[in-house]
């Protein structure tokens, strides 16, 4: 079992963010869950890998060859996969993992994490898609997830795909116990 993890490649200001990712980082290996990631070493990504790595837990990174400098290689994991584009870390990150978990981070963190629900509701995977609220961080953001169910563009089936804690374990066993609903292919897989 694997989780991939959406999260900042830069700490952020609360350090509040870089303990939650440590301890989800603990608790992912102490569950004996295998975490697939950006790769780097910086942010958050950096503090997650380490703790999982620190637990003696499988850390995989993927990180496109544009950002090795940037992100810089995490040598400590267990693998690094080197990637030619964006979408091809994504594409293998999603591969690779059963289930998706978005902690703190910006712009790329949320699209990853928009991209891995969408995905599940256009029924080209049926893993679990989690959203950690770490210190209340996406609240704004659930608030305006509800107002597109009220205005009519998310219906509430698919709203319920994203599942949204404010505690690792309460996400983690909600996770372990999802059932993907029915879901009707708008697309072909070819498409995807």
């Known amino acids: 079992m694997r989780i991939c993890v959406y ?5 952020g200001r609360n350090p509040l ?22 790769g780097g ?6 503090v997650i890998a380490d703790a999982v790595c620190a637990a003696g837990g499988e850390v995989i ?11 810089k290689d995490h040598h400590g994991i267990t693998e690094l996969h080197v990637v030619e584009t964006m979408h091809e870390r994504k594409a293998l990150m999603a591969k690779l993992a059963d289930g998706f978990v978005t902690l703190p981070g910006g712009i790329g963190t949320f699209e990853e994490m928009f991209e891995a629900w969408c995905w599940a509701q256009l029924g080209y995977h049926k893993k679990p898609v989690g959203l950690l609220n770490v210190g209340d961080f996406y609240n704004g953001l659930t608030q ?15 709203r319920a795909m994203l ?13 372990m116990h ?15």
Do not use: C, N
């Open 61 to 71: 990174g993927v990180i496109p060859e544009a950002l090795r400098a940037r992100e």
């Open 163 to 175: 599942m949204i804690e404010r505690e690792p374990e309460a996400l983690l066993d909600r996770m």
């Open 41 to 46: 070493e910086v942010g958050l990504m950096g």
């Open 144 to 158: 305006f997830i509800d107002k597109i169910v009220e205005e009519g563009f998310l219906q509430d089936r698919h």
């Open 7 to 11: 999260l900042g490649s830069s700490p």
């Open 178 to 192: 999802y059932m993907a609903p029915e879901t009707e292919h708008w697309l072909g897989e070819k498409d995807l």
């Open 17 to 38: 963010y870089r303990e939650a990712a440590e301890q989800f980082g603990t608790l992912l290996a102490k569950r004996g869950i295998g975490l697939v990631y950006g």
